[in-house]
Nanobody, 122 residues
Framework: QVQLVESGGGLVQAGGSLKLSCAASGRILRINTMGWYRQAPGKQRELVAGITSGGSANYADFVKGRFAISIDNAKNTVYLQMNSLKPEDTAVYYC????????????????WGQGTQVTVSS
């Protein structure tokens, strides 16, 4: 079993910054990718940013130039630096990891964190 624990959410004024962290632990052989999704009330969950273990990142258009994702493979931890926050960034942010867990099993499995609330006031 793999656990993802997020931290760093909170309340911030528009234009401010927050940094989210997500640490993966448990039966991890190799992490392929990690990412951040968000879900605002009444809306579907959407991808914010993703990153491979090699460091290749991709971003949703609505965060390009404002957010930066990074990964520390030694710590199995992914970060999301969020700058120039807007009220529309208010949502629950979820960490996701695509993980290989067994040496004899080439499949990877998807895991989710419990979510952390980010609220941006205007």
């Amino acid at each position: 079993q793999v656990q993802l624990v997020e931290s760093g959410g909170g309340l911030v004024q528009a234009g401010g910054s927050l940094k989210l962290s997500c640490a993966a632990s448990g039966r991890i052989l190799r992490i392929n990718t990690m990412g951040w999704y968000r879900q605002a009330p009444g809306k579907q969950r959407e991808l914010v940013a993703g990153i491979t273990s090699g460091g290749s990142a991709n971003y949703a258009d609505f965060v390009k130039g404002r957010f930066a994702i990074s990964i520390d493979n030694a710590k199995n931890t992914v970060y999301l630096q969020m700058n120039s926050l807007k009220p529309e960034d208010t949502a629950v942010y979820y960490c996701n990891a695509d993980v290989r867990v067994r040496t004899w099993d080439l499949r990877t499995y998807d895991y989710w964190g419990q979510g952390t609330q980010v609220t941006v006031s205007s």
